[in-house]
């Protein structure tokens, strides 16, 4: 019989253990009501902490994933098809011409995004600075005067293309640029003004630029 | 307001379905949670895919570990959201260049990120206020671990502190907020 927990319970609580302690945890629990009830009574305080975050929509892909790899059918997998045959007779309608919908579909959606964005607000722009090694690469930031987004436009990308920013001193990843035959772009919403944007490929720099928000 | 442990008969419900596995147990349990759930794991993972993932892996091990949850702990919800928390903050911890590897490969899904929407306001101002009243010290702790997503090192060599420090004034901390939260606002 392990030992009764002490100011564990809130660790746990607050996701502060490693793996290896919560595991040891947790097969305590399995035999001992009252840690339980120190575990749980650290966890409803943590969950009121989670008010303090915002809720996020997880896709509807998500759920279905899910369910269906916890075996669960029924209701979500009888929607799943009406949705796959109502797709598939809009592609026999269209004359296949859209049977690329998946990536194609997430691409336009990007780039709608993009241009509906930069239409609705107000925006900078900086080139960016190339280093050796970059080959050809031409790179211009466009970005928002309050900061709420950048959008990253790359030419002669040559390649994949990481895009990070550096946040009150912090760096913050923004992805990976999205790229269109040897172009590449990126639409970032950073959780706060970013002071500069930096491109990289396997970890080397190619090009970064500092955000003059004027 | 403050129902931190009176749970609502839906709640108990969703829990008891979940408990014996009744076929639409996770399903429900989904529907109910997951916007709460997907956003603690948003923000230790800072974007959607990860944060899917994670929601997906902590979700299926605890519907196919039998009597992962037990009523006797306290809500199914408050269980989930600390499941979800760990298995983000192991990932964020844990992860490296592995985590970073796939978080820039969804950008794609950086990208179609629906705006987040805030957390019902009431609640949160009341929280903020129990904050508020603890002593700093624990405010901080309870800080670098909650919201800035710090590891028990990080936060003793960002204030200075022995380990174990750390980890008494953590436990001290939440169990002071939990006082607090008990406290009628004035
Ligand atoms: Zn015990």
Not at chain 1, 150 to 178: H, N, P, Q, S
Not at chain 2, 11 to 36: K, T
Not at chain 2, 127 to 138: D, K, S, T, Y
Request: glycine letters at 8%.
């Amino acid at each position: 019989m392990s030992a009764h927990l002490d100011d564990d319970a809130e660790l746990y609580a607050l996701g502060l253990l490693e793996p290896e302690s919560r595991a040891r945890i947790d097969a305590h629990l399995a035999t001992c009501d009252a840690c339980l009830r120190l575990v749980g009574e650290a966890e409803e305080t943590a969950l009121q902490l989670a008010a303090l975050l915002p809720v996020a929509t997880p896709s509807p892909q998500s759920r279905a994933r899910l369910l269906a790899a916890a075996g669960e059918p029924a209701p979500v997998r009888r929607l799943a098809w009406a949705g796959a045959l109502a797709a598939a007779l809009l592609l026999i309608a269209l004359g296949g011409a859209w049977l690329q919908i998946g990536p194609a579909r997430e691409r336009r959606h990007a780039s709608e995004l993009a241009v509906a964005t930069l239409v609705h607000s107000h925006f900078l722009h900086e080139a960016m600075e190339t280093r050796a090694g970059a080959g050809g690469l031409a790179a211009k930031v466009v970005y928002a005067r309050d900061g709420s987004w950048f959008y990253v436009l790359v030419d002669r990308a040559g390649g994949e293309i990481d895009v990070d920013a550096t946040i009150a001193g912090r760096r913050w990843l923004a992805g990976a640029a999205l790229r269109e035959g040897d172009t590449a772009t990126l639409l970032a919403r950073p959780p706060a003004r970013a002071d500069s944007v930096e491109l990289s490929r396997d970890g080397n720099v190619l090009a970064s630029v500092r955000l003059r928000y004027r | 307001m403050a129902d931190s442990r009176g749970l609502s008969r839906d709640d108990d419900a969703l829990a008891a379905d979940f408990i014996a596995r009744r076929p639409d147990g996770l399903s429900r349990v989904y529907e109910r949670y997951a916007a709460l759930l997907a956003g603690v794991a948003g923000h230790v993972l800072g974007e959607r895919a990860a944060a899917e993932d994670c929601l997906h892996d902590a979700l299926l091990r605890v519907w196919q570990t039998p009597d992962s949850y037990r009523p006797e702990r306290g809500s199914l919800r408050a269980f989930l959201v600390a499941c979800v928390r760990n298995e983000a903050m192991s990932r964020l911890r844990g992860g490296g260049r592995r985590v970073e590897r796939e978080r820039r490969a969804s950008a794609l899904e950086t990208v179609t990120l629906e705006p987040v929407e805030p957390a019902d306001p009431v609640d949160a101002a009341r929280v903020r206020a129990a904050l508020a009243r603890l002593p700093g010290e624990q405010r901080l702790v309870i800080e670098s671990a909650y919201f800035d997503n710090l590891t028990q090192a990080q936060i003793a060599a960002r204030l200075g502190l022995p380990l174990g420090t750390v980890k008494g004034r953590v436990a001290l901390a939440l169990r002071k907020l939990k006082v607090e939260l008990a406290v009628e606002p004035r």
